[in-house]
C-alpha cells in the first residue's frame, strides 16, 4: 500500500503550508488527547444543554409523526397539484448532506488526500444521522406508512411485486445501500480505535462495551495487512455508490415529464449539489467541535480552507446547473418549459428562487478571497447559508414545478402548515441528538489514523 | 268567525301569539340542531345524527311501499346499460316534471338516470336530479311530525285538520288558506278543486320561487291569457337569446340542449346563437356571438330588435352602445335570412313585456307554429303567484286568516322582503307546513309536517309540453313522511286516503274501460303517459301591449337575482353534493357570491386574489361588499366573473339559509333579503361599498386563461372540411402493446358540451365519491374525478368561452403507472388505466406525473362511514375508498363489467352502446361517447374518425385513449373578430 | 515467571519503541529462520508485511464474486418478477424493460460486494475472536496506543523458550516477554 507510506510523509503535504497536524506530537499524545474526550473528560454541562434541547426537538419529530399518522397527510399542506412538498424537500436535503462523508472517506483516500483524515470520521457519523433523518420522509410521506413494506421485494399473499421501473424503487435500494454501506464503512473504520478506547477505559462497562464491538482487535500485522484491503476496497466501491444515490435521487424528479423537473442535466447537478451541502453541512459541525473540543491542532486552519475550495468548486457546478436549467428552458422554445422557468423567477415563489441564487451563487464566491477561506467565522456563516441554500433549492424545485404544469385550470399553491415545520425542525433535532452521542461516546477523530500521519510513523530506511 | 263560539282549541293556541311561538318553537329547533361547526366537520355530527337515525330503526334495512310498483324491465335497447332494477318516475321543479329512471339495489334507490323516453329527458337529467338521491336520504330531514315542537301522531295532525275543517264548514271555509307551490301534478289540482267545492269561501294561493313567473306573466302580458311555450330549437338556424340560459336552465332546456348539439353537429344543418345576456352563462358560451349587456338594457334592446322587424306599436329605444347596433345588424340580418326557421328566447331573468316582445318578433318572423309552439297552460290553475303572494299577506294582515295550510316550499325565506311575509304570517292563528326540511317557514308554523320526498311517494306530473307522468316511489317514507295528497285528503271526507288511491282513482276517472289496468302498468312501468302532451294552439299577440315606451333606467347600478345553479333557490342547500359543484363559470362552491366584471371590481379598488394555501385551485381570498337597494342591505364577497356587463351586480339566491340542516346552514348570504316584489328579477340604482373585510371563496378553478397553449381546438364551420387531423404517431423506443379484443375509449365532443356539470355530480353519485368539505376545497383537495374546466378567449369584457370536461384520459402510455413503486396503478388488457386502491400506499407520485392531473388523493378519511342513510345511498358495485389511497376515473369499470357478464351469459359481444359511463348518461347534449374503439363501427370509433379529433398534450405522446372534437364556430361574417 | 509448573507456551514477545526497529527485528528473524511469528501495531504499517511475507489476495477474489453475484441476483430479481412472476402491463412498456432494471442492478452489486469485502475480511482474520495468548501479556495494552510487539510463535519448528528469547534479547527489544497460552 504504497500510498500509506507517502501519507506517512504528510506533516507538510502538497502545496499548501499549513500542516494537517501541528507539530510535537507523538503516537501516545495523539491517542491520549482524542480518546481523553471519551474516556476521561466526561459530559460537559454544555454538552447535556445540547443534548437535552435536541433531544425535545426530536420528541417534537416522534410526536408530529404520531399525529400524522393518526390523522392522514392532510395535517400537511400537501394537495393537489401540489402532492409533494415539505416531505420530499427535506428527504433530498437530508440525503444531500449525507454525502459528504461517505466522499470524504472514499474518494478523498482514493486521491491520496491525507487531510481527510482528521474529519472523515465525525463526517462519515453525521452521513449515517442524516440518512436516518432523510429516510423517516419517504417512510412516513406515504398515505399508509404501515404498508410501506410493499416497497421491497417480499413474497406476499397477493403475490403482487414492486414496479421496478419506478425510480421511488430505485430510491429504496439506492438509499437502503448507501445507509448500509456507510455504516460498515464507518464501524471498519472504528474497530481498531473501538480497541484502543478497550485497553485504555478505566470503567468496566466501558472495557467490556469498546470490547465486545472491538471484536478482539489485536493489531496483527496479518490483520492490518487484510484489513487495509478490505477498508480501500469499500472505498473503491463507495465512491461509485455515493455518485449513483443522487443520481438516483435526482431521477425522481428527472424520469417524471414535469416542466421543471424532466431535465437531462438532474443527475450531475444533483451530485455536485449534495457534496455542496454535504461540506457546508460539515464545515457547519466542524468548526464549532473543533473550538469546544480544542482540536485545533488536528483541524487545522488547512482543513477548513481546503473544504472552502471543494464548497467553492461544487458551488459553481450548482450555479453551471440553475444556468443550464434557465437557457434549456428558453433554448428548448418549449411553451411550459418556458413558462416553467418564467414562473419560477416571478410565480408566487420567486422570492425562494431569488434568495436561492443568492445563498448558493452569490454568498460562496466570497471564498475566491484567501481571507475568507481562512477566518473561521466567515466559513461558519457562509457554510449555514449554503445549507439553507440547498433546502430552498430542493423546494423550488419541488414545489415550483408542481403548483402550476400543463393544464392553467389545475393550477394551485401551497403553503406549509404548522405540522410541515414541526416535522422538518423535528428531524434536524434527531440528527443533533445523536451526533451529541457520538461526540460522547466515541472517537469523533480515528486515532490509528491520527498516528500514520505523525513523522515518527514512517519507517527509516 | 268569532271568537265567542269559537271551539276550545282556538282558544289555547289564540294564547300563542306569533312572538312567542316563535321563540318557542325557536329554541326548540336551536336545542335540537346546534349550528355546524364546519363543513369539514360534517362527519362528527353525522355520527350523531346516525345514532338518531338508527333509534328510528331504519338502519341497513330495505323498505318496499307497500303498493305493487313496476320495475323497468324492459330497457330500450342500447340506450340504458344493464343495470340492478330501474323505475321510472319524474322529478318536479318549477312546477314542470321530468322523467327519471331510478337505479334501486335491494329496494335502496342508489343512482338516478334520465327516462329516454320522456320528452323533458331524453335520457338526460340536470343536476338537480342527480342530487335527489342524496337529498331522500339527508339525515337532516324534518324526521317527526310536531305540534309546537311535541311529538304528535299523525291521526293526531288528522283529528285537528278535521276540527278545523268542521268548524270551518259553518263558514263554507272562510279564513281557510291555501299555499303550494305551481302545481303540475292533475291529481293533486283536482283534489284542491274538490277541495275548493267543499270550502267555496276558501282561498288557495300559489307561490314557487323556482317557477318561471316571468315568462306566465309575459304570456298573459302577450296573448290576454295563460299559455305555455315551447321550442323546437332542432328547427332553428338562427337562436336569439334575450337574457336567456336556453341550454341550461327552466322548463325543458335538457330537451333544447340535446335539439341544440343535435343541430350543430357538423354533418347538420348548422345553428347561429346569438345571446345578450348579463350574467355569463352557458347558453353564452356557447353562443356565438355574445354581448354582455345589463339586464336593465334588454328591453330597449328587444325593442330595437322589434322595431326593426317591423313589430306593430314598438318604437325604437334611445342610447344603445354603438357596438349594441352592430350586434343587432347582424342579428336583424340573419333573422331576415331565416324567417320561419329562427327562434326569439326571452330569459326569465326579463320582465313580462321583454317576453312578450320575444312572442311578438317570433310571430312577426313566421316562426310561430315553426320553431315555437304555444299551448294551454301546464298547471291546471295557473295564477299570477306574485298578486298570489300579495292577496295572501294583504288578508293576513286584515287578520282574513284563521288557518293557514302552507304545501311544501318555503315561503318566509323565499316570498318578496318587501312583503314581510313573516310579520303577516304570524297574526295566523293556525299554520301548517308540510316540508322536507325544518326550515325558516317551518319554525313559525304549529304544525311541522315531514313530507315524503318524491322518492318516496306517489303522485303525478306535467312536463313543459303536457305530457303526464306517474310519478311513483322506489322506498317507503324513511321518516314517515307525507304527501300533499295525503295532507289535502286530511280536508276531504277520506281523510284516511293513501297517495296511491288518489292518484290511481283520479287516472281511473280520466282512463275509464277495461283495460284500465294495462294503461297503468304501462304508464307506471314507462314513465309517460300516452299522448298526454298538450296540443299547440294558435294565439296572437297584443301589440298594443308595448305602446308604454322602454322606460330608460336610471343611472347606477343593476343588481340582478338568479336562481343558484347548483342549490337554486335554496331548496337544495342541504345536498352536500350540489353545495360541493362547482358553479358553471365561476367555479365557486359552498358559497354564492356578488358577481361583478373585473373592471368593476378594480374600479371600487378591491381584488380578487388567490391565497398561498390552495390558491387559484382552492382558496380565493375576496372583499367583502355592502350592497344596498331601495334601504335593505346585505353584505358578501365579491367575486369577478369575466364576460359580466359593467355597473352591474349578479347575486346568486339559495344561500344565506338560516334553518335548513347542517349542510346548508349559514352559508353565503341572503339575496333574498333585497329582493322586493316590484323588482323581481332585477333593479336598477343598488350602491355598494368595499367593508375592507375579506373573505375565502372555495374556488376550484380561478385562473381561466389558456396561456397560449394548445388545449382547445377551434374550428370554423366554413373551413372545417380543410381540417387534418392533429393525431400522428410519435416516435417511440418501445414497441407498442398490442390490445386484443375489447379497446375501450371516450370521445367528447366540446362542440356539444354545456358546462352544465350534470355528469360531474353523475360521477359523483356513481363512483360514491366523498364531499369534502369546505375547508378542504380550499386547501385545493376537492375529489371529483372528472371536472369541466372552463377556459376564456379574447377580451374579459366579452371573452370566448370554452368547456372542456376532463376524465381521466387512460393513456396507452400512463406516466401514472410508470412511477407507482407497488404498481397500484397499472393497464388492463382492454386499456384501462386500472387504479387499484387496496394496493396503493399513497405515495402520490402518480398525481404529480399525470400531466392532466385527474388523479385525486384521500389526504383524510373523507368518506362518512356511519352515517346509516348515507350508507343506503353508496352503489355496491364501487368502492368505498379510506384514507391515504389515491382514486380516479375508472371509465365506471363496474358497468364495463357488468355489461361483459350479461354479453358472456348470452354468448355475444358487447353491443355498442350498451356500456355507457356514468358521466355520458346524462349528459344532455351527448357531449361523451364510450365505446370500443377497436371496432370501427362502434360510434366513438367514427366519432375518433373525424378530422375534429384531437388529443390533449398530445405532444407528450401520453397516447390517451379519451379524446377531444374541436369546437365549431359558425360567426356571422359581419362580426367576425379573426377578420 | 517461575520454573516451576510452567504452563503451556504461545509464543514469545518483544517490545519495541518505534517501527522501524520493530520492522528491522522481523527481517532479522526471517533471516534467522523463524517463520511463524507475527507483529502487533498500533496502526497498519507496509514494511512490516513485507518483512513477514504476508500476502493474502484472496479477498480481493472474494469481493469480486460477491459483486458478480449481486448483480446477477439483482436483475434475475426484477426479470422474474416482472416477466415471469407478475407481468403486467405498466405505461406501456414491455414487460422486460431492461433500461429500467439497471439502477437496482447497480445497487445490488455494490450492496454484496461491500457485504463481502467486510465480512470476509473479518472471517479471514478469524474476527470477532473474544481472547487471544498475547492478551495475557500485561504490556501489550499498549499495542493499542504506541508500541510495537513481534511475537515468535511456539508453533514454529525452530522455536525453541531459551534460544529464542535470546535472539530477542539480541534485537534490542525493550523488553522480552513469554506468552502463555
Known amino acids: 500500500m504504497t500510498e500509506r507510506r507517502h501519507e506517512g510523509h504528510g506533516v507538510v503535504d502538497g502545496a499548501a503550508s499549513s500542516p494537517v497536524i501541528a507539530p510535537g506530537y507523538t503516537f501516545g499524545s495523539v491517542t491520549d ?130 414496479q421496478f421501473r419506478s425510480p421511488l424503487i430505485w430510491d429504496v435500494f439506492a438509499v437502503s445501500t448507501y445507509a448500509t454501506v456507510s455504516l460498515l464503512f464507518w464501524f471498519v473504520g472504528l474497530v481498531p480505535d473501538l480497541a484502543t478506547l478497550r485497553d485504555r477505559s478505566e470503567s468496566k462497562i466501558g472495557r467490556v462495551v469498546y470490547g465486545v464491538f472491538a471484536l478482539g482487535w489485536r493489531g496483527s500485522a496479518r490483520h492490518w495487512q487484510r484489513y487495509d484491503m478490505a477498508y480501500l476496497l469499500l472505498a473503491g466501491l463507495a465512491t461509485p455508490l455515493v455518485v449513483s444515490v443522487h443520481t438516483i435521487v435526482s431521477f425522481d424528479f428527472a424520469v417524471a415529464q414535469l416542466p421543471g423537473w424532466h431535465a437531462t442535466i438532474f443527475p450531475p447537478y444533483f451530485v455536485a449539489g449534495a457534496i455542496y451541502s454535504g461540506f457546508a453541512m460539515v464545515l457547519t459541525l466542524a468548526i464549532p467541535i473543533r473550538a469546544v473540543y480544542g482540536l485545533e491542532d488536528f483541524i487545522t486552519s488547512r482543513h477548513l480552507q481546503n473544504m472552502a475550495k471543494i464548497l467553492l468548486v461544487t458551488g459553481l457546478i450548482v450555479a453551471y446547473g440553475y444556468t443550464i436549467e434557465a437557457f434549456m428552458a428558453w433554448y428548448s422554445a418549449n411553451t411550459y418549459e418556458e413558462f416553467m422557468m418564467a414562473n419560477r423567477m416571478t410565480g408566487p415563489y420567486g422570492f425562494a428562487y431569488w434568495l436561492l441564487i443568492l445563498c448558493n451563487v452569490v454568498t460562496p464566491q466570497l471564498l475566491w478571497f484567501r481571507r475568507i ?76 489514523e491520527m498516528r500514520t500521519i505523525l513523522p515518527q510513523a514512517k519507517v527509516k530506511e | 268567525m268569532k271568537p265567542t263560539n269559537a271551539p276550545e282549541f282556538w282558544r289555547t293556541l289564540a294564547e300563542h301569539d306569533g312572538a312567542d311561538l316563535h321563540e318557542l318553537v325557536g329554541d326548540e329547533f336551536a336545542s335540537r340542531l346546534p349550528a355546524p361547526p364546519d363543513a369539514v366537520e360534517r362527519r362528527s355530527f353525522l355520527k350523531l345524527m346516525g345514532a338518531s337515525m338508527a333509534m328510528a330503526g331504519m338502519a341497513g334495512c330495505t323498505r318496499q311501499p307497500p303498493e305493487q310498483i313496476v320495475p323497468y324491465v324492459r330497457q330500450p335497447e342500447e340506450i340504458i346499460p344493464g343495470r340492478p332494477l330501474y323505475y321510472a318516475t319524474a322529478m318536479t321543479l318549477g312546477g314542470r316534471a321530468s322523467g327519471l329512471l331510478v337505479e334501486s339495489h335491494e329496494g335502496r334507490p342508489t343512482k338516478v338516470e334520465g327516462n329516454p323516453l320522456h320528452p323533458a329527458s331524453l335520457g338526460a337529467t340536470d343536476v338537480f336530479a342527480q342530487g335527489a338521491v342524496l337529498d331522500l336520504y339527508d339525515p337532516d330531514r324534518m324526521q317527526t311530525l310536531t305540534y309546537l315542537g311535541d311529538i304528535r301522531p299523525w291521526s293526531a295532525f288528522l283529528g285537528a285538520m278535521r276540527a278545523i275543517a268542521t268548524s270551518a264548514q259553518g263558514a263554507k271555509g272562510a279564513g281557510l288558506r291555501f299555499l303550494t307551490e305551481s302545481i303540475c301534478s292533475p291529481t293533486l289540482a283536482a283534489q284542491m278543486d274538490e277541495l275548493l267545492a267543499h270550502f267555496p269561501s276558501a282561498v288557495w294561493h300559489q307561490w314557487d320561487s323556482a317557477a318561471d313567473l316571468n315568462a306566465a306573466a309575459g304570456a298573459r302580458l302577450a296573448f290576454g291569457s295563460d299559455a305555455s311555450i315551447r321550442y323546437a330549437v332542432d328547427r332553428a338556424a338562427v337562436v336569439v337569446c334575450l337574457d336567456a340560459d336556453l341550454l341550461s336552465y327552466g322548463a325543458g332546456h335538457l330537451a333544447y340542449a340535446r335539439q341544440f348539439a343535435t343541430r350543430r353537429r357538423p354533418e347538420n344543418a348548422g345553428i347561429r346563437l346569438y345571446a345578450a345576456e348579463s350574467m355569463p352563462s352557458s347558453t353564452g358560451a356557447r353562443a356565438d356571438h355574445r354581448l354582455p349587456t345589463r339586464a336593465s338594457q334588454i328591453e330597449a334592446l328587444a325593442r330595437q330588435l322589434a322595431a326593426d322587424l317591423g313589430v306593430a306599436g314598438v318604437g325604437r329605444a334611445e342610447g344603445l352602445a354603438q357596438e349594441t347596433h352592430a350586434w343587432l345588424r347582424a342579428v336583424l340580418n340573419d333573422l331576415n335570412a331565416h324567417r320561419g326557421s329562427s327562434l326569439v328566447v326571452a330569459g326569465e331573468g326579463q320582465p313580462p313585456v321583454v317576453h312578450a316582445l320575444a312572442h311578438a318578433m317570433n310571430g312577426a318572423l313566421g316562426n310561430a307554429g315553426q320553431t315555437v309552439f304555444y299551448a294551454d297552460p301546464i298547471e291546471a290553475h295557473p295564477a299570477d303567484q306574485m298578486q298570489s303572494m300579495r292577496d295572501l299577506t294583504g288578508a293576513m294582515n286584515a287578520g282574513q286568516v284563521q288557518a293557514l295550510v302552507i304545501i311544501s316550499g318555503n315561503p318566509v325565506y323565499t316570498a318578496p322582503a318587501d312583503l314581510k311575509f313573516a310579520d303577516a304570517m304570524n297574526k295566523v292563528a293556525v299554520r301548517v307546513h308540510l316540508s322536507l326540511h325544518a326550515d325558516e317557514t317551518s319554525a313559525l308554523c304549529h304544525w311541522q309536517v315531514p313530507q315524503a320526498h318524491f322518492l318516496e311517494s306517489w303522485s303525478d306530473a306535467r312536463a313543459f309540453d303536457g305530457t303526464a307522468s306517474i310519478v311513483q316511489p322506489l322506498i317507503a317514507p324513511l321518516y314517515g313522511g307525507r304527501s300533499a295528497h295525503e295532507l289535502l285528503a286530511a280536508f276531504s271526507d277520506r281523510p284516511e286516503a293513501t297517495a296511491y288511491a288518489v292518484v290511481r282513482q283520479f287516472w281511473q276517472k280520466r282512463h275509464g274501460g277495461a283495460d284500465f289496468e294495462n294503461f ?133 339566491l339559495g344561500y344565506g339559509r338560516t334553518r335548513v340542516g347542517h349542510v346548508g346552514t349559514d352559508r353565503g348570504f341572503n339575496a333574498n333579503a333585497i329582493r322586493t316584489s316590484d323588482a323581481w328579477s332585477f333593479g336598477t340604482g343598488a350602491t355598494v361599498v368595499l367593508t375592507g373585510e375579506t373573505f375565502s371563496l372555495a374556488c376550484t378553478q380561478y385562473h381561466q386563461l389558456m396561456e397560449g397553449r394548445d388545449l382547445i381546438h377551434v374550428v370554423d364551420r366554413g ?26 375509449g371516450m370521445a367528447i365532443d366540446l362542440n356539444a358540451c354545456t358546462g352544465c356539470n350534470a355528469c360531474v355530480i353523475s360521477c359523483q353519485a356513481e363512483n360514491n365519491i366523498p364531499v369534502v368539505g369546505k375547508a378542504e376545497v380550499l386547501r385545493g383537495r376537492e375529489m371529483h374525478w372528472l371536472r369541466v374546466d372552463t377556459y376564456h378567449a379574447g377580451p374579459a369584457e366579452n371573452p370566448d368561452t370554452y368547456f372542456q370536461p376532463v376524465p381521466c384520459m387512460h393513456c396507452e402510455n400512463a406516466p401514472c403507472e410508470i412511477v407507482c413503486p407497488v404498481g397500484a396503478t397499472v393497464h388492463s388488457h382492454e386499456g384501462l388505466n386500472d387504479m387499484v386502491y387496496n394496493r396503493c400506499v399513497g405515495t402520490r407520485y402518480c398525481s404529480n406525473n399525470s400531466p392532466y392531473k385527474v388523479r385525486r388523493f384521500n389526504y383524510f378519511l373523507y368518506q362518512d362511514w356511519e352515517t346509516p342513510s348515507l350508507q343506503l345511498q353508496r352503489n355496491p358495485d364501487v368502492t368505498v375508498r379510506s384514507r391515504g389511497v389515491m382514486e380516479k376515473c375508472t371509465y365506471c369499470v363496474q358497468r364495463i363489467n357488468e355489461a361483459k357478464i350479461d354479453a358472456e351469459k348470452e354468448d355475444r359481444p358487447v353491443r355498442d352502446g350498451e356500456i355507457q359511463t356514468a358521466c355520458q348518461s346524462v349528459c344532455p347534449t351527448e357531449a361523451i361517447v364510450f365505446g370500443d374503439i377497436g371496432d370501427p363501427n362502434s360510434r366513438v370509433s367514427k366519432l375518433k374518425g373525424e378530422s375534429r379529433d384531437y388529443a390533449l398534450l398530445h405532444d407528450l405522446n401520453t397516447k390517451p385513449r379519451t379524446t377531444y372534437l374541436a369546437t365549431i364556430s359558425d360567426r356571422h361574417p359581419d362580426l367576425d373578430k379573426s377578420k | 515467571m517461575r520454573p516451576s509448573n510452567r504452563p503451556r507456551i504461545y509464543g514469545v514477545m518483544a517490545e519495541f519503541d518505534d517501527p522501524t526497529s520493530l520492522v528491522a527485528a522481523a527481517q532479522r528473524a526471517r533471516e534467522a529462520g523463524y517463520r511463524r511469528m507475527d507483529g502487533y501495531t498500533p496502526y497498519p504499517i507496509e514494511e512490516l508485511h513485507e518483512a513477514l511475507h504476508i500476502h493474502d489476495a484472496r479477498l480481493t477474489k472474494l469481493v469480486l464474486a460477491g459483486g458478480v453475484a449481486g448483480c446477477v441476483g439483482g436483475y ?106
Open chain 2, 520 to 652: 297503468w302498468r304501462q304508464s307506471v312501468h314507462d314513465g309517460v303517459i300516452p299522448d298526454s302532451a298538450m296540443a299547440p294552439r294558435a294565439v296572437s299577440v297584443r301589440t298594443a301591449v308595448f305602446a308604454a315606451a322602454a322606460q330608460v333606467p336610471a343611472s347606477g347600478l343593476d343588481v340582478s337575482f338568479r336562481n343558484d345553479p347548483t342549490i337554486y333557490d335554496g331548496r337544495f342547500a342541504n345536498n352536500a353534493w350540489l353545495q360541493e359543484l362547482p358553479k358553471p363559470l365561476t367555479h365557486l362552491t359552498w358559497d354564492n357570491a356578488v358577481l361583478v366584471s373585473p373592471a368593476m371590481l378594480s374600479r371600487l379598488g378591491g381584488s380578487a386574489t388567490p391565497a398561498m394555501t390552495g390558491g387559484e385551485r382552492g382558496q380565493i381570498k375576496a372583499p367583502i361588499v355592502e350592497v344596498t337597494y331601495r334601504g335593505r342591505s346585505i353584505r358578501g364577497a365579491m367575486f369577478p366573473v369575466a364576460g359580466h356587463p359593467d355597473q352591474a351586480m349578479t347575486l346568486h
Open chain 2, 719 to 744: 373551413t372545417m372540411d380543410d381540417r387534418r387531423s392533429t393525431i400522428d404517431e410519435l416516435p417511440w423506443m418501445f414497441p407498442a402493446v398490442e390490445y386484443t379484443g375489447y379497446k375501450w
Open chain 1, 33 to 162: 488527547k482524542i480518546s481523553s474526550i471519551v474516556l476521561t473528560r466526561g459530559a460537559s454541562h454544555g454538552w447535556w444543554l445540547g443534548f437535552l434541547v435536541a433531544f425535545l426537538l426530536a420528541n417534537m419529530l416522534f410526536v408530529s409523526l404520531g399525529y400524522l399518522v393518526l390523522k392522514g397527510i392532510g395535517i400537511w399542506g400537501n394537495n393537489q397539484p401540489v402532492a409533494w412538498a415539505f416531505d420530499i424537500t427535506n428527504f433530498v436535503w437530508w440525503i444531500g448532506i449525507g454525502h459528504a462523508g461517505t466522499l470524504i472517506s472514499a474518494i478523498l483516500l482514493l486521491l491520496k488526500q491525507t487531510w481527510r483524515t482528521s474529519i472523515n470520521r465525525f463526517a462519515e457519523a453525521m452521513t449515517l444521522f442524516a440518512v436516518a433523518c432523510a429516510g423517516i420522509f419517504p417512510l412516513f410521506h406515504t398515505g399508509r406508512p404501515w404498508l410501506a413494506y410493499w416497497m421491497l421485494p417480499i413474497p406476499n399473499t397477493m403475490s403482487v411485486w414492486p
Open chain 1, 373 to 448: 477561506r481562512s477566518s473561521v467565522v466567515p466559513l461558519f456563516v457562509i457554510s449555514l447559508i449554503v445549507n439553507v441554500g440547498m433546502w430552498l433549492e430542493r423546494f423550488v424545485i419541488i414545489v415550483t414545478s408542481l403548483h402550476r404544469d400543463f393544464l392553467p385550470s389545475s393550477w394551485g399553491r401551497y403553503a406549509p402548515t404548522i405540522w410541515d415545520i414541526s416535522t422538518y425542525v423535528g428531524t434536524i433535532g434527531l440528527f443533533l441528538a445523536l451526533l451529541f452521542l457520538f461526540l460522547r461516546f466515541l472517537p469523533m477523530i480515528s486515532i490509528f
Open chain 3, 76 to 181: 434475475g430479481l426484477q426479470y422474474w418478477v416482472s416477466v415471469i412472476a407478475y407481468p403486467i402491463i405498466v405505461a406501456g412498456r414491455p414487460l422486460h424493460s431492461w433500461p429500467a432494471f439497471i439502477p437496482v442492478t447497480f445497487e445490488c452489486t455494490i450492496l454484496a460486494a461491500a457485504l463481502t469485502a467486510v465480512f470476509g475480511m473479518l472471517a479471514l482474520n478469524g474476527l470477532p475472536q473474544p481472547f487471544h495468548p498475547v492478551f495475557n501479556v500485561p504490556r501489550f495494552v499498549q499495542a493499542s496506543r504506541n508500541r510495537f510487539f513481534l511475537c515468535i510463535e511456539a508453533r514454529d519448528p525452530k522455536f525453541n523458550i531459551d534460544d529464542t528469547r535470546q535472539f530477542m534479547n539480541s534485537l534490542g527489544a525493550r523488553e522480552v516477554t513469554v506468552v502463555e497460552d
